[in-house]
């Protein structure tokens, strides 16, 4: 896999039916590598080892319903009462981050309310910070480390 805008973390991998997986900490279990997995793996580990977010806060991978539509958001990293601190959008490192990756995440967040967004490739790393009152957000150099 192509290397990444982060630290060198450890994983795990183990090859099954001929495709290789990649051991995420969150799920507990082995999923297949593919481009976007990469990337999300990293942003796991950059979360927990750089920002010190505990595990126990983070979520991978599950569907909300927007509009009645089905989608599924990357990665939140709850408060401990609930709320979301952040949401991760994650792309494949082929994909440019564009305006309408922003809407993407954007349209999530109506939802699901988190005070820090963040984008990325896996190359480029865009942050943002939520204002609600004036319905904008303001691009930040880096999101906050975990501080509860």
Wanted: glycine share 2%; with cysteine.
């Amino acid at each position: 896999m192509l290397p990444l805008n982060f630290k060198k973390y450890n994983f795990r991998f183990k090859n099954s039916e001929n495709k290789v997986q990649i051991f995420d900490v969150v799920r507990k279990k082995f999923v297949q590598l593919q481009p976007e997995e990469w990337v999300r793996q990293h942003v796991i580990h950059f979360l927990v080892e750089e920002k010190k977010y505990p595990l126990s806060l983070i979520n991978v991978e599950k569907q909300l319903t927007i509009n009645s539509l089905k989608k599924r958001y990357d990665i939140v990293i709850f408060n401990s009462d609930g709320s979301i601190e952040l949401l991760v959008e994650c792309k494949a490192p082929k994909i440019k981050i564009t305006q309408n990756t922003f809407d993407q995440i954007a349209t999530y967040n109506m939802q699901l309310n988190a005070n820090f967004l963040m984008v990325t490739n896996g190359l480029q790393h865009l942050y943002c910070k939520m204002n609600f009152i004036e319905e904008k957000y303001s691009f930040l150099r880096q999101i906050p480390d975990f501080s509860r």
